[in-house]
């Protein structure tokens, strides 16, 4: 099969900064029905999906750029604003709304200096969303930092799990 990489019109070495996501589609066989596992991989590897990364996967599976940006836009797992390092989510279901979750989400907003629909943090360290639960209601209320699940949180507990990231960050 000819190397069929797709050439972009712009600076010198912007190919390189594809190289990454050429080689997920080669991975798919640059099959166009493997376009949600592709846009997961990438988006595994950048934490969301660029605009400029959406058209040259596009162009690569000679599709629409308007398929790619439909089904990046259609699925709430695609994140198309970059999300910081640390991607924290408190669970606002019914048993963790019940045990307060929202005076967690207050104190994390106000540690991690989030205002008005601000989710990231400038230094893109940590990305805060409220989802609607998260399966571990017994454990009400939920915090989870990337993968790792914290139970029965206070707004208290909950900032020190900021400072403990940003200690951790901040050591050599």
């Known amino acids: 099969m000819p190397n069929t990489m797709p050439t972009l019109q712009r600076k010198p070495g912007t190919a390189r ?7 997920i589609v080669d991975q798919h066989e640059r099959r166009p029905s493997r ?8 988006q595994e590897e950048y934490r969301y999906l660029p605009p400029e990364v959406l058209t040259y996967v596009a162009t690569a599976l000679d599709v629409p750029p308007a398929r790619v940006f439909g089904v990046a836009t259609f699925y709430a797992h695609f ?3 970059p999300k910081g390092k640390y991607l924290i989510r408190i669970c606002d279901g019914t048993a963790c709304h019940v ?5 967690i989400l207050e104190a994390l907003r106000r540690r991690l200096g989030l205002e008005g629909k601000r989710q990231t943090t400038p230094d893109l360290l940590f990305t805060l969303e409220t989802v609607a639960c998260l399966g571990a209601c017994g454990l ?3 915090v989870v930092v990337n993968d790792e699940v914290h139970g029965q949180m206070t707004p208290e507990s909950a900032v020190k799990l900021i400072d403990d990231i940003v200690a951790k960050e901040a050591a050599p």
């Open 35 to 42: 376009l949600i596992p592709i846009l997961q991989a990438v």
């Open 99 to 103: 045990k307060d979750s929202l005076p």
């Open 17 to 23: 900064k594809f190289v990454k996501v050429c080689s």
């Open 79 to 81: 994140a198309l604003q």
């Open 140 to 142: 009400a209320p939920v």
